[in-house]
């Protein structure tokens, strides 16, 4: 019972870090249609660069911020090459992307070597019903709900979560009432960039982050963001959650090699779910529209 405790706790907590990079993908895929390959380089640059200004002597908390806004700031350059230019098509967008994705490794390497870092995170340990695990997790777990739920507050309550909104749901009609749409693509990316940073400066503490470690959580986030299709922040969340219990348990009970197996698994499932469900509800709407 213990071991089960810990491996959803500890699955729970890499989950998360596996939705916020998914919301970060489907912040900007809701606006821009275009999926960001360079979505989990914003959480390495931001893990380096928060171990960088741990080690320069910064406190916890200061270091990390500027970290976060370091993943803005690569977000919103990535999203100025790739969108800047109006009318880029959404699949030379991604196309570039995934260049500076690549590149962005040269960068890594040049700045920061290929040698793991981490850095330490919440002291101490807890014990759940005989389960002990770092407190840490307990940090990641909440920052994840509090940022989930602040993405709420901001896509309903403020304008430009509503001029976000409007882009998504008919970016032609936001242009008509004067939203500019390149802009808010922009903003998205930064969104992205925010996230993603974020994402990496949680995990590092409980796990060793190299130039390449991007791979492990774009495919883990893009497996949490298929789940709602690439657009519904929430389902991202459920999908992340559950794709990090799956490997934790797997890691636990099976082979810890088979992880990223469990999430291209996972991915394939829900599309070929997704597919089949699309001819039965166009079915379902001429039907409707029939009657």
Not at 94 to 112: C, M, Q, R, S
Not at 132 to 154: D, E, K, S
Request: hydrophobic share 55%.
């Amino acid at each position: 019972m213990s071991e089960l405790v810990q491996y959803l706790i500890t699955g729970v907590g890499g989950g998360c870090a596996f939705a916020l990079v998914g919301s970060g993908l489907v912040a900007i895929y809701r606006v821009t249609r275009v999926v960001n390959f360079a979505q989990g380089g914003f959480a390495v640059i931001a893990a380096l660069t928060a171990s960088t200004l741990l080690a320069a002597g910064l406190p916890h908390g200061l270091a990390e911020g500027l970290a976060v806004a370091v993943g803005a700031g690569t977000g919103l350059l990535v999203g100025l090459v790739a969108i800047g230019k109006p009318g880029t098509p959404p699949g030379a967008a991604l196309i570039v992307t995934l260049g500076l994705g690549v590149f962005a490794y040269a960068v890594e390497v040049l700045i920061w070597g290929d040698q793991p870092r981490s850095f330490p995170g919440v002291p101490g340990a807890v014990e759940v019903f005989g389960a002990r695990f770092q407190a840490h997790y307990l940090l990641i777990i909440g920052a994840t709900l509090a940022v989930f739920a602040g993405m709420g507050l901001l896509f309903t309550r403020t304008d430009v979560g509503r001029a976000l909104s409007a882009c998504a749901s008919n970016p032609y009609a936001a242009k008509v009432v004067g939203i500019s749409v390149t802009r808010m693509g922009l903003v998205s990316f930064a969104l992205g960039g925010a996230l993603g940073g974020l994402a990496g400066v949680l995990v590092t503490p409980i796990q060793l982050v190299t130039f390449d470690y991007d791979v492990t959580l774009i495919v883990g986030g893009f497996a949490a963001a298929i789940l709602g299709g690439l657009v519904r922040p929430a389902l991202t969340l459920a999908g992340g959650l559950l794709l990090g219990v799956a490997q934790a348990l797997v890691a636990g009970y099976g082979n810890a090699a088979y992880q990223m197996e469990v999430a291209l698994v996972l991915m394939l499932a829900v599309m070929i779910w997704q597919a089949a469900r699309k001819p039965i509800a166009q079915e379902e709407s001429m039907e409707g529209q029939a009657a």
